[in-house]
């Protein structure tokens, strides 16, 4: 963008503006209600920028957005900004690219008894998944890939969030999952019955494919696979088949070696839940599968390490977020589920089966494997407000360099959904997700907690920040009728 353009006005003015707002306590430029219609122009002054490419952070930047996408990007001293455009102060903070949660489950809030929850809140889903939805996005979290939900229920949230009636991050959706059988309940494990809707068996190749047509004609966004060790091979690349022909990426569940190189076979793009179990480290055999087929590991750090995290700090049970997110039905259940979590069905051995996790992820890190942020997010006491960051901060914590944990929350699952053009860094042509926090994740990953994310930009509009009111979308009619 030129610096003599014409309709532009300098940065001088643009500091006196700043300081104006500031001095009346008034945002500079038009409030927005969040889901309104962005600005024809918006510009994010000041701040450190991380953009996602691992590079240098740029002190003092500059982003410009006109509608949905980035149109340049620099510093104070190098840009002008447009006369008229509404302008977001981020002197003192860090600018970065919206966060992605890559394994969440919008259809659970953190109760403790799927046996009692799943059939308590049958014809709830689409009034629960909204309340996770809002939660991630006001946690900084701009794209989220949703693995396991009512079919009809995953596709309308997503579709309402995408035309703007519905407030939460853009959403990649596989509506149920596939797998051979549902287990009966032995021991302390819970009835997977329960799940039924979301559980969808396959029986035979035919089956399976109609199964995964089912999904892909009603219009999910990835496949999800579990029980590979149990489909037969027929089963398996039938539902591969229709999923490559529909140009679909797949998550499967997949530990053990005969498992990963079924996933292999199938070539799925992701394998949830990587680093569990009681063997110290993966078989040579296994980083070699998934490395030479390029499959991405969804290692779901936090659903491994809650339960230590709570029993260090269990008052986070009784974080006001919690309360103030859910309605007081909902809420006084949840809770009353966590009040003795230690003995919860759900964390059965969880100490032991965990123990080699950070060697796990580490081994997967050091041989070169493509890592993202996926935490099982609304599974029991893994609350959607806050799961996102505390998994960069663990992966911190075992090791990984903090701007390569911003990019395995940011640019690794945009390359993962095969959506890197509009996703996963800060530059020009890019669709607008940006966060603004308070702090400096590069040295605290602890800046991404929500109370920490001041600003929240998706697609060029403002959902959180001074002025912006998220109580309610505003519809493109509301708008126009305002």
């Known amino acids: 963008m030129r610096a003599d353009e014409t309709g532009m006005k300098s940065l001088r003015g643009i500091r006196a503006c700043l300081a104006a707002a500031a001095a009346i306590a008034v945002p500079c430029g038009p409030a927005l209600l969040a889901g309104q219609q962005p600005p024809d122009q918006l510009a994010i002054v000041g701040g450190m920028l991380i953009d996602g490419h691992e590079g240098a952070p740029i002190q003092n930047s500059v982003i410009l957005v006109e509608g949905d996408r980035i149109v340049h990007v620099g510093t104070v ?95 990649f959706v596989s509506g149920p999952f596939l797998q051979k059988s549902l287990p009966v309940p032995v021991g302390t494990r819970y009835d997977y019955r329960t799940q039924a809707f979301v559980r969808w068996t396959v029986d035979g190749p035919e089956d399976a494919a109609r199964k995964a047509r089912q999904l892909i004609d009603a219009g999910v966004d990835v496949i999800k696979v579990i029980q590979l060790g149990q489909l037969a091979r027929e089963e398996r690349l039938a539902i591969a088949g229709e999923a490559h022909r529909a140009g679909l990426h797949m998550a499967v569940h997949a530990g053990l070696v005969e498992e990963m190189r079924a996933a292999a076979e199938m070539g799925v793009g992701s394998i949830e839940h990587m680093g569990g179990g ?9 980083l070699r599968l998934i490395a030479e087929n390029g499959i991405v590991a969804s290692v779901t750090s936090l659903v491994s390490r809650v339960y230590d995290i709570t029993a260090e700090y269990p008052e986070r049970l009784d974080n006001p977020q919690l309360k103030a997110d859910l309605p007081s039905d909902i809420y006084e259940d949840v ?21 080699h996790h950070p060697a796990k992820l580490r081994q997967l890190y050091q041989n ?112 126009r009728e305002d």
């Open 77 to 171: 001293s190098n840009t002008e900004v447009p006369a008229g455009a509404r302008v977001i102060d981020a002197n003192g903070l860090t600018v970065m690219p919206g966060l992605n949660e890559a394994h969440a489950h919008l259809i659970v809030v953190g109760h403790g008894f799927y046996d009692e929850y799943f059939p308590r809140y049958m014809g709830r889903w689409r009034e629960i998944m909204e309340i996770s939805a809002r939660q991630l996005l006001m946690a900084g979290v701009t794209t989220a890939r949703d693995l396991g939900a009512p079919l009809e229920d995953a596709i309308w949230v997503r579709d309402e969030i995408n035309a703007g009636r519905m407030i939460g991050p853009r959403l």
């Open 278 to 286: 009681r063997n110290p480290l993966y078989p040579e055999e296994s």
């Open 335 to 355: 809770r009353g589920s966590l009040d003795h979590f230690s003995r919860l069905n759900y964390f059965s051995g969880a100490k032991e089966a965990n123990r």
């Open 368 to 479: 070169g494997v493509r890592l993202v942020i996926g935490t099982d997010s609304g599974t029991p006491m893994n609350f959607h407000y806050e799961s996102t960051w505390q998994e960069m901060d663990l992966f911190v914590r075992y090791g990984i360099p903090p701007m390569k944990v911003i990019s395995m929350a940011t640019r690794h699952p945009a390359l993962l959904y095969g959506r890197f053009d509009d996703l996963g860094t800060i530059e020009p042509g890019k669709l607008a997700d940006i966060i603004v926090v308070n702090g400096n994740p590069l040295r605290n990953m602890s800046a991404l907690q929500q109370n920490n994310v001041i600003h929240v930009i998706k697609g060029g509009v403002q959902y959180k920040g001074p002025g912006i009111d998220p109580s309610r979308p505003v519809s493109d009619a509301d708008a």
